[in-house]
C-alpha cells in the first residue's frame, strides 16, 4: 500500500522559513505529479504548488517568489521550501501525488495526512 508521509511543518514567527517533506513509499511503478495544498480554517483547499516528474512547476499567485517546490525522484520525496512566511500562510499544508502502483491499471491521486504550519509573532 502507497503511503506519503509529511514533515517539517510548525511555528514560525512571519518573515521566517520552512522546510516542507514528503516521502512516497510502498510498492511503487510510477509518479507523475507531486505537489503541496493547503486548507485555512474556514476555507476551502488550494493547489499551493505542483512539480511534473519532467520538472515543470506551477505556483499560485500568492506564493510566488517566496515557495520554492523540487523533487528528487530517486527518493520519491517532494519538498517545499517556504521563506518570507506571513500569517496568511498558516494552514494545514497537504501533500498530494499521482501514482500508479504497482499491478494496478494507471495513476491514482493519493494524499498525506497533512502537517500544520503556523506563521504567528
Known amino acids: 500500500q502507497v503511503q506519503l508521509v509529511e514533515s517539517g511543518g510548525g511555528l514560525v514567527q512571519p518573515g521566517g522559513s520552512l522546510r516542507l517533506s514528503c516521502a512516497a513509499s510502498?510498492?511503487?511503478?510510477?509518479?507523475?505529479?507531486m505537489g503541496w495544498y493547503r486548507q485555512a480554517p474556514g476555507k476551502q483547499r488550494e493547489l499551493v504548488a505542483a512539480?511534473?516528474?519532467?520538472?515543470?512547476?506551477n505556483y499560485v499567485d500568492s506564493v510566488k517568489g517566496r515557495f520554492t517546490i523540487s523533487r528528487d525522484n530517486t527518493k520519491n520525496t517532494v519538498y517545499l521550501q517556504m521563506n518570507s512566511l506571513k500569517p496568511e500562510d498558516t494552514a494545514v499544508y497537504y501533500c498530494?501525488?499521482?501514482?500508479?502502483?504497482?499491478?494496478?491499471?494507471?495513476?491514482?491521486?493519493?494524499w498525506g495526512q497533512g502537517t500544520q504550519v503556523t506563521v504567528s509573532s
Open positions: 512539480a511534473t516528474s519532467g520538472g515543470r512547476t
Open positions: 498530494n501525488a499521482q501514482i500508479w502502483e504497482s499491478g494496478a491499471w494507471g495513476y491514482d491521486s493519493k
Open positions: 510502498g510498492s511503487i511503478f510510477s509518479i507523475n505529479a
